[in-house]
């Protein structure tokens, strides 16, 4: 099958509605954001997109994992425009052009691809809109180690054990996060994944992926030439991944999470600890508290 084919099979496979809250036995309802916020709620195959029109990409996503029904489907490289929203509320293709930002998955590829091979087919094509990208460096989208490593191990959980999870992810967007064709390229990104524990509770854990330190070594900005904006990004050196208090998450954000912050499962601070050093480094997956 053709590139071209395979794309058009993926556009005409019937779509299931996007994240749904009753998928655990617990409900979990979408982040919900003030009212002063300009999100747009976009729905696609098993997974919804919270967009933000002022900064044009997602503030959160929700997808919604079925760990028994998981499918292999050929990755592809279908990136196209949501068509039911203006192209300018969408940072598209010329963001990514002559440099070395990646166009990484909110929704991870791979987690919303489950259930009957034409939906299935759907899910994978829906994952590459423009709307479940955000601009990352490629260290930090491709590496195993770190944020590429958790959603692996997030997915792999849930197929061994054939869990029913829900994952969250999105940018921490700041006033300072550095402007670079138009679009503020954030410093961090997070993650929540969501289960049913014993006895049908609720559990949840929160991660933040810090790239800021990285990205104060080079300078993005929109006043450059066309000549000079076609070079490459800089390469940026490491970055820091923490699992964090769920609380922290939706302060950071300005996100309300409903009961994600309740079912956390790192402890609770003692009172005299405050920001950042309630947070856990993590250097591999037996760093994680769950």
Same mark, same amino acid.
Do not use: C
């Given at each position: 099958?053709?590139?071209?084919?395979?794309?058009?099979?993926?556009?005409?496979?019937?779509?299931?509605?996007?994240?749904?809250?009753?998928?655990?036995? $617990?409900?979990?309802?979408?982040?919900?954001?003030?009212?002063?916020?300009?999100?747009?709620?976009?729905?696609?195959?098993?997974?919804?997109?919270?967009?933000?029109? *002022?900064?044009?990409?997602? $503030?959160?996503?929700?997808?919604?994992?079925?760990?028994?029904?998981?499918?292999?489907?050929?990755?592809?490289?279908?990136?196209?425009?949501?068509?039911?929203?203006?192209?300018?509320?969408?940072?598209? *293709?010329?963001?990514?052009?002559?440099?070395?930002?990646?166009?990484?998955?909110?929704?991870?590829?791979?987690?919303?691809?489950?259930?009957?091979?034409?939906?299935?087919?759907?899910?994978?094509?829906?994952?590459?809109?423009?709307?479940?990208?955000? *601009?990352?460096?490629?260290?930090?989208n491709q590496?195993?180690?770190?944020?590429?490593?958790?959603?692996?191990?997030?997915?792999?959980?849930?197929?061994?054990?054939?869990?029913?999870?829900?994952?969250?992810?999105g940018p921490?967007?700041?006033?300072?996060?550095?402007?670079?064709?138009?679009?503020?390229?954030?410093?961090?990104?997070?993650?929540?994944?969501?289960?049913?524990?014993?006895?049908?509770?609720?559990?949840?854990?929160?991660?933040?992926?810090?790239?800021s330190a990285?990205?104060?070594?080079?300078?993005?900005?929109? $006043?450059?030439?066309?000549?000079?904006?076609?070079?490459?990004?800089?390469?940026?050196?490491?970055?820091?991944?923490?699992?964090?208090?769920?609380?922290?998450?939706?302060?950071?954000?300005?996100?309300?999470?409903?009961?994600?912050?309740? $079912?956390?499962?790192?402890?609770?601070?003692?009172?005299?600890?405050?920001?950042?050093?309630?947070?856990?480094?993590?250097?591999?997956?037996?760093?994680?508290?769950?």
């Amino acid at each position: 099958m053709t590139a071209q084919s395979a794309q058009q099979s993926a556009q005409d496979a019937p779509a299931d509605s996007g994240y749904s809250p009753d998928f655990l036995q $617990a409900p979990v309802p979408l982040p919900r954001a003030s009212s002063d916020r300009d999100i747009i709620e976009l729905d696609y195959t098993h997974f919804t997109v919270l967009l933000d029109r *002022p900064r044009r990409l997602a $503030a959160a996503t929700a997808v919604n994992i079925d760990g028994a029904f998981l499918v292999d489907v050929e990755r592809g490289d279908y990136w196209h425009l949501d068509e039911r929203i203006p192209a300018t509320d969408q940072a598209g *293709p010329e963001l990514y052009r002559g440099n070395d930002l990646d166009r990484g998955h909110l929704v991870r590829r791979r987690d919303p691809v489950w259930g009957e091979p034409d939906v299935a087919a759907r899910a994978n094509f829906d994952t590459f809109v423009y709307t479940n990208a955000a *601009p990352q460096v490629a260290g930090f989208n491709q590496s195993q180690v770190l944020w590429s490593g958790l959603e692996d191990y997030v997915l792999e959980h849930a197929r061994v054990w054939d869990l029913h999870l829900t994952v969250f992810t999105g940018p921490i967007f700041t006033a300072a996060d550095p402007l670079y064709r138009g679009i503020q390229i954030p410093l961090a990104f997070w993650k929540v994944a969501a289960w049913v524990s014993e006895g049908d509770t609720l559990a949840s854990t929160g991660y933040v992926l810090d790239q800021s330190a990285a990205l104060r070594e080079i300078e993005l900005t929109q $006043a450059r030439r066309e000549a000079e904006d076609l070079r490459p990004v800089p390469p940026l050196g490491a970055f820091g991944t923490f699992q964090v208090p769920i609380t922290d998450i939706e302060e950071l954000t300005r996100l309300n999470l409903g009961p994600l912050a309740r $079912a956390d499962r790192l402890p609770a601070a003692p009172p005299s600890v405050e920001g950042r050093s309630r947070w856990v480094p993590l250097r591999s997956h037996s760093d994680i508290v769950v």
